[in-house]
């Protein structure tokens, strides 16, 4: 008898040591989400949940007020969400009663209704497991990329008169948000250093008579590949100019660089390593969206081929210019134009070219490219390059070509005439992408000026509203 209470009291025993061994084992291996970060960007808004695995989860969205609900499997919160800020599409971020035990469930409240994009991304230097959320609005859903290559709703004119309009040039701060590019032996960002430098290239293009400059990342958020081209087509771009700052592992290599798209295979160390670096870029900022099918298929890749060879010839005509202007201010790591197969390039329609304005990962060139004395001397010498190529080889229509056929420098104050006299009492009608800034720039006004004529309480306006464009 003693001996069976002996028994029943070691299986009760070892049936509770199995038990707490199975609640350390869940303990082990539930998913933590160790940060939780917003960015905001014109077109949409991106939640990062930072984890320490891979996610197991499902989601769902409830309106009346709008929400989105996110329920991860065998998963722990550990971040303060009642301190994180409102922001974008965001107004904030809680958890509520998971659905199973073990599990964890978090409630985005929702300035609106909204089509969510979620997708997990494995670790990638410097970070570990994340799951990402895109937000856009549900009115403003992201058109197909076929739509935008057939070039309908493309604003080509920025300021016209009797058929002539400014030059337009793209500018591309890389990286952004998510992906901080680069980073040099001091912390340095490659995102900020591109979209300070990208800033006063696009001011002092403005400053320029004849041409007109349009950022593609205005603030620190992604931007797919893709979508850089496609929003420098949107703005009618003559150009693209993606700014870039290099890094490789040792630290002796130092001086800027140009690169234009390549034909073949990149035909250099440094150009393998750049393609394979844009590849690192897409994971850390996102899938890019793939190109679509046609059915006439061989005609289109023909007419595609001419343009990417005319392109072409542009970009290299263009950076061979800019590496001369560059050469006057800092080192140059390459004296001609390199080529690599890089995204950033490949739109058949559009001239492009990605300048590597130095080597973060050099601690002396990292000090000088942080600094705003160097940066704007590297983008007046950028502007130099670009704006001698189109005084010399202007495109058809515009008011540059008019001026070379007049013989005659065109002035700021001719600009600034043709433009008032071309935008006096315009309506515009807003399609994607654009912003009160970015409509400032292009109708040389401001965005004050623009919410006044359009009697706005904010600076928010939305696709399909149509402006009242003012006359100065």
Do not use: C
């Not at 609005?137 to 290559?149: I, L, M, R, T």
């Not at 660089?257 to 850390?284: D, I, M, N, T, Y």
């Not at 001609?336 to 990605?354: F, G, M, Q, T, Y």
């Not at 409509?439 to 402006?467: C, H, M, P």
Request: no cysteine.
């Amino acid at each position: 008898m003693a001996t069976g209470r002996w028994l029943t009291h070691v299986n009760l025993v070892r049936g509770l040591v199995l038990l707490l061994l199975g609640v350390v084992s869940l303990s082990a291996v539930a998913t933590e989400v160790k940060g939780v970060r917003v960015w905001p960007s014109p077109d949409s808004t991106r939640v990062v949940l930072d984890l320490s695995g891979p996610p197991d989860y499902s989601h769902f969205t409830l309106s009346g007020p709008n929400r989105l609900v996110i329920d991860l499997k065998s998963a722990r919160n550990k971040v303060a969400l009642e301190a994180l800020d409102s922001k974008g599409l965001v107004t904030r971020i809680r958890s509520s009663a998971a659905p199973s035990a073990g599990g964890l469930r978090l409630v985005l409240d929702l300035k609106g209704e909204v089509r969510p994009v979620l997708f997990p991304l494995r670790p990638a230097e410097p970070y570990g497991d994340r799951l990402v959320i895109d937000l856009f609005p549900k009115a403003e859903a992201p058109a197909a990329s076929s739509s935008s290559a057939s070039g309908a709703g493309v604003i080509k004119s920025v300021a016209t008169t009797a058929g002539q309009r400014d030059v337009v040039i793209a500018i591309d701060a890389g990286h952004g948000g998510e992906d901080p590019g680069a980073i040099g032996p001091k912390k340095t960002k490659e995102k900020k250093v591109t979209l300070s430098i990208a800033r006063k290239v696009a001011a002092q293009l403005d400053a320029e008579p004849g041409i007109k400059a349009v950022l593609i990342r205005t603030g620190d958020y992604y931007v797919n590949l893709n979508r850089r081209t496609e929003l420098a087509r949107q703005h009618g771009a003559d150009l693209l100019v993606s700014i870039h700052a290099d890094a490789v592992a040792s630290r002796t290599p130092h001086g800027a660089s140009a690169w234009v798209l390549s034909s073949r295979r990149a035909q250099s160390e440094l150009g393998r390593w750049l393609e394979q670096h844009e590849k690192q870029s897409e994971l850390l900022g996102g899938a890019g969206d793939l190109l679509q099918g046609s059915s006439e298929r061989y005609l289109t890749q023909a007419l595609l081929d001419m343009s990417m060879d005319h392109s072409r010839e542009i970009g290299f005509s263009v950076s061979r210019r800019v590496l001369q202007e560059m050469g006057k201010v800092t080192h140059l790591h390459k004296r001609h134009p390199e080529s690599a197969s890089l995204a950033v390039l490949k739109a058949p329609d559009i001239p492009s070219l990605l300048i590597e304005t130095g080597f973060i990962s050099n601690p002396a060139e990292e000090k000088k490219l942080a600094t705003d004395a160097h940066q704007t001397k590297l983008a007046r010498a950028i502007v130099r390059g670009i704006k001698s190529h189109f005084v010399e080889l202007p495109p058809e229509g515009t008011l540059l070509a008019a001026a070379k056929a007049s013989g005659k420098p065109l002035r700021a104050s001719q600009q600034s005439t043709l433009t008032t006299a071309a935008a006096g009492s315009r309506k515009h009608k807003v399609t994607r992408g654009e912003s009160l800034s970015v409509l400032a720039r292009r109708y040389n006004t401001s965005v004050a000026a623009l919410v006044r004529a359009n009697d706005l309480s904010d600076e928010n306006i939305r696709i399909g509203q149509v402006l009242t464009i003012p006359g100065s």
